[in-house]
């Protein structure tokens, strides 16, 4: 089964599209939520590397906007609330 997409994946894939096709409709405080939800969770906002005491394996993980107050959204959750 294909993963849920993300509101952030959204943004990112349509969100230039998007900004373009409503730029006289979109204020600044819009603009600067999306470019928000779409850095989140990137290299843009840094991260560090976890690492398994057990096992040894090893992830980056990218720190998020406002740490855990800042929840991730489904695409799905987000189109039907």
């Given amino acids: 089964m294909a993963a849920v997409p993300e ?7 349509h969100g230039e599209a998007f900004r373009q ?8 405080v819009e603009r ?3 470019g928000a939800i779409t850095a989140c969770r990137t290299a843009a906002l840094g991260g560090h590397v976890e690492q398994c005491d057990d096992c040894g394996a090893t992830r980056i993980a990218y720190n998020s906007l406002y740490g855990d107050l800042f929840v991730k959204l489904s695409a799905s959750s987000f189109l039907n609330p």
């Fill in 21 to 28: 096709a409503c730029a006289g409709h979109l204020g600044r």
């Fill in 7 to 13: 509101v952030a994946d959204v943004f990112r894939r």
């Fill in 32 to 34: 600067r939520v999306m």
